[in-house]
């Protein structure tokens, strides 16, 4: 298959029923269709964010997974494109997403940065409002999580796609 056919044939197409075209009819008279208005988006596919035993593969980068982890908690695409910088992703609805991921915090130990601890949680960017945090564990008890307004969900367990 030609790799360009999104932009030359497709693109083509979606736009005709998007907007409307003219349609030959029955002895060269011309039909005017109406377009279904809204819109359409391409999106490029990368790498595969799992491997074969369904971990996180080693080469997705903290900007890959907290594109998928914001879509997967919220269904939408990030609002802002994310420095890699800080564990708070994006918000939606009055919840905030965080990410603890590939030692965003600047300790990459497996006892440390993709950990929620009670150290991390109370480091996190301020938010006032309900919390998701995704990391690789959690040494917070469920009581305190609810005290806190905050759910944990386990990566990569919690990511899956049904």
Known sequence: MDKDICCKVTAARMKSVV??????GANDKTEDVPGLGSGFQFCALGETLFDNTGQIAKTVSFIDLARFVFFKETGLP??????GESPLIGAHNDTAVYLLYNGVLGDKTPQGGNA?????LADLPSHDGPKVVYGTSCRVGLARLKEENTVFRQIPYELKVD
Request: hydrophobic content about 35%; charged content about 35%; aromatic content about 6%.
């Open 78 to 83: 990030l609002p802002d494109e994310v420095s």
């Open 19 to 24: 907007e409307g075209y003219m349609k030959k």
């Open 116 to 120: 929620l601890t009670r150290a991390v």
